[in-house]
């Protein structure tokens, strides 16, 4: 009689930027029984790194993060968290930092998907494997349809369409993951300044277009760009998401079902409840259509 052996899960590290989502993947991958170790960015990533084995380091301290994740014996890792480009000013070489400062210099030219994969590309070369969020927790995805109570109108469905059109043209150029459109008239586009600015952006514009209007109006539509690293890069929404989405009076968020995180879902689906927005996954049919 053969005894079934039990393999030990792998140790996973997270190189943590901002927000709730290396949160969310710490701790399921804490559910699988793994060891994890996070790696996060000093004034940028959450307190609440502090409820699991981790390591605090500075822009720029690439040999401190490396020894710590081979130190917790961490062959996979997951590079997830909101990350702004710091000033040279914030920037703390160590010794691994300056050794590898021709690959760090590299990773500053080009747009975000360049530099992302510049990223991945560099921590593989140190013998991590790295993964997406969605690897380690497969529901952070959207799914396809409705999320809460509200359901989109023709209009908003046709404001949908658009604006997956103009993410589809111009993610190409590396431009976005995120348009909002109007009654058919594109609002704002995502460019370097991130979906939160973007939305502020809206708020002024929403409202002087729809001045009439006494209802809700316009959608913000967020799905990967074309030939995106999708390990490091998935766009998300979140809580935070659907306020500024309120506070700029749009009707609501549609997301590609399979490509976009969804961060805190069930306050998330709570926010867009009681703000009155609908939240909805749709299914990218071809470079040009979207199908609710």
């Not at 709730?20 to 699988?32: F, G, Q, T």
């Not at 994740?69 to 703390?92: F, H, N, S, T, W």
């Not at 927790?137 to 809460?148: H, I, K, Q, T």
């Amino acid at each position: 009689m053969s005894a079934t052996l039990k393999t030990t899960p792998k140790a996973l590290g997270i190189l943590a930027g901002g927000g709730a989502m290396p949160i969310s993947v710490a701790e399921a991958a804490r559910r699988d029984g793994r060891h994890v170790h996070i790696v996060a960015l000093d004034g940028v990533a959450s307190d609440e790194v502090e409820n699991f084995s981790h390591t605090w380091i500075k822009f720029g301290e690439i040999g401190k993060a490396i020894k710590a994740l081979k130190r917790e014996g961490c062959e996979e890792m997951v590079i997830v968290g909101g990350v702004r480009r710091p000033k040279v000013a914030e920037v703390r070489l160590d010794l691994g930092g300056i050794v590898n400062l021709p690959s760090l210099l590299g990773w500053t030219i080009g747009g975000d998907n360049s530099a992302l994969s510049g990223i991945v590309g560099f921590f593989e070369s140190k013998g991590f494997e790295v993964l997406g969020a969605h690897d380690v927790d497969p529901g952070l995805l959207a799914e396809e349809g409705p999320l809460g109570r509200h359901r989109p109108r023709k209009q908003d469905e046709q404001d949908i369409e658009i604006a997956c059109r103009v993410i589809g043209a111009l993610g190409a150029l590396d431009v976005g993951q995120a348009a909002v459109v109007a009654r058919e008239y594109v609002l704002a586009v995502e460019a370097a300044e991130g979906t939160d600015r973007m939305l502020e952006r809206c708020k002024e514009l929403n409202h002087w277009w729809g001045r009439r209007r006494t209802s809700r109006s316009g959608v913000l539509v967020k799905c990967a760009k074309p030939g995106q690293e999708r390990r490091v890069d998935l766009p998300a929404v979140g809580p935070e998401t659907v306020r500024r989405a309120a506070e700029a009076g749009l009707a609501g968020i549609g997301v590609a079902a399979g490509d976009v995180l969804i961060v805190e879902k069930s306050k998330l689906v709570e926010e867009a409840d009681k703000a009155g927005l609908f939240v909805v996954g749709i299914r990218m049919a071809g470079p040009d259509d979207a199908q609710i």
